[in-house]
């Protein structure tokens, strides 16, 4: 599972192996399976099907137990799930059914030829939605579990989904865990920043600082060209500076902030199994680097945090042309550079969510790529229809559908971190008793939802036995 990425940016390292495809786990292939979905659920007339990846795990299933379904989201669904994390620790004490769907356009699930505009216009949260009810409803009767009760998991937009699931579905899903969701859509997300400068500042409140100070350095030294030599030198460029455009500025700078907000969002979160890289970079480490004067100026310790992710991530250079971003990602072909999940994601921000973490708030370290940037690349990669109006009219229609905050439902639990800034859009207070929120201070995006370890966290380890007892609760009524 795919747990949202901090920006358009980091989506892009898709290509560079940040996220794999598939994982051999306990040295068997966790098997395939298959299910026959329509392409438009909500036109009759259109009788288009397509064949969606879903995985299954009947180990711990006791007759009369409950199903978990764990719902996939912007990237591959990874099939070390079905054999790690803490859902697998509840089946095991419950006897549930585990199963996990991919989902549509993501991964090997490809409802249409391409990933085309016009075939995208079939990827949105309403169509997920109705391919889980459909699935749900198929699989219970194949399965003989119609009379099971059904628990939706997921994690970041797959958390959102499941929220979403037990609202619009009532019927078909009897409980949700919504880990580190975040239900109100928003055009512009500065705040997203204000928490990685208040995530830095935990650690050491000089770190944010001396970040901010490399990036001012930075900025100033952009401002003329006869610097471009040094600075493609210094953050080892795979080319020669190009500044051209606000546009060209902007992405440079934001996938040089997007090592930190990359690494705030996933802080010290226990996620090696999924065959992820660079775990072990945490706010600790980055602030190390900030501080540590032997590397030269605040800037020079900025340029170091390059090198480190680059070493890390075994690339030779940086690649910060937004050029070659903006035609991977117009990339429509199944084989193209950004299809492991940035073309489809961004499509999806840009047609439903918003979501832009921009610079437009004072109280963060960073600067350079505000909103207009992120609603400039909705026009220059999915065409001319898409607009700053059309983008926010997209924003207002999802809150309008869901109901943002304002959650009318039961039986729906939310984990979020406090380290994680995706919890400014999450429900983060107790909306009732049966609308219950589990704000964990001092961990990142969907924790909870990781294996457990000896070094968690005590209010993490609460965390999670305060999710099983609530689903022990709900599972008896």
């Not at 392409?39 to 007759?63: P, V």
């Amino acid at each position: 599972m795919l747990c949202i990425s901090h920006s358009s940016a980091f989506l892009n390292k898709i290509k560079h192996g940040t996220f794999r495809t598939s994982v051999i786990i306990s040295n068997t292939d966790v098997q395939e399976l298959w299910f026959t979905q329509r392409l438009d659920h909500f036109n009759g007339a259109d009788g288009r099907l397509w064949k969606q990846r879903y995985f299954i795990n009947d180990t711990m299933y006791k007759t009369g137990g409950p199903v978990f379904l764990m719902i996939g989201g912007e990237g591959p669904a990874n099939p070390a799930w079905m054999q790690y994390g803490t859902w697998l620790a509840y089946a095991q004490k419950l006897g549930a059914l585990c199963v996990m769907l991919e989902h549509r356009f993501y991964g090997k699930s490809h409802p249409t030829e391409d990933l085309s505009t016009t075939n995208l216009v079939y990827l949105s949260s309403k169509q997920a939605l109705a391919d889980l009810a459909h699935f749900r409803t198929v699989l219970a009767e194949k399965m003989g579990l119609t009379r099971s009760k059904w628990v939706a998991f997921g994690g970041s937009y797959p958390g959102s989904l499941a929220t979403w699931f037990r609202l619009k579905y009532p019927h078909l899903v009897h409980a949700a865990i919504a880990s580190s969701a975040p239900l109100h859509a928003v055009l512009n997300f500065p705040e997203y920043l204000e928490v990685v400068e208040r995530s830095l500042a935990i650690h050491s409140p000089e770190c944010p600082l001396l970040v901010k100070n490399a990036s001012d350095t930075l900025v100033d030294m952009l401002k003329d060209s006869k610097n471009y030599d040094k600075i493609s030198k210094d953050f080892r460029l795979c080319e020669t500076l190009q500044i051209q455009s606000d546009m060209d500025l902007a992405y440079f700078l934001e996938v040089l902030a997007g090592n930190f907000m990359d690494v705030v969002q996933y802080n010290d979160d226990n996620r090696e199994f999924e065959g992820v890289r660079g775990t072990n970079i945490t706010i600790k480490v980055l602030c190390g680097l900030m501080s540590d004067t032997s590397l030269g100026t605040p800037y020079d310790r900025y340029a170091s945090v390059v090198h480190l992710m680059l070493n890390t991530f075994a690339q030779k250079c940086l690649d910060v042309s937004y050029d070659t971003y903006r035609r991977e990602m117009s990339n429509s072909s199944w084989d193209g550079p950004a299809s492991g999940g940035g073309r489809q994601w961004v499509y999806q921000t840009c047609a439903e969510f918003g979501f832009y973490q921009s610079t437009d708030s004072p109280n963060q370290p960073f600067t350079g790529f505000p909103l207009q940037y992120h609603l400039q690349q909705c026009s220059d990669v999915y065409g001319s229809s898409f607009s700053a109006a059309s983008v926010a009219d997209a924003v207002l229609q999802t809150n309008e559908n869901y109901g943002g905050y304002d959650i009318t439902s039961s039986r729906i639990v939310f984990p979020n971190g406090s380290i994680d800034p995706w919890h400014m859009l999450g429900i983060t207070k107790d909306i009732n008793d049966d609308l219950p929120a589990i704000f964990i201070k001092g961990t990142a995006h969907c924790a909870n939802m990781y294996p457990a370890r000896p070094e968690d966290l005590p209010q993490l380890t609460y965390a999670r036995d305060h999710v099983f007892l609530l689903l022990q609760k709900w599972l008896m009524l």
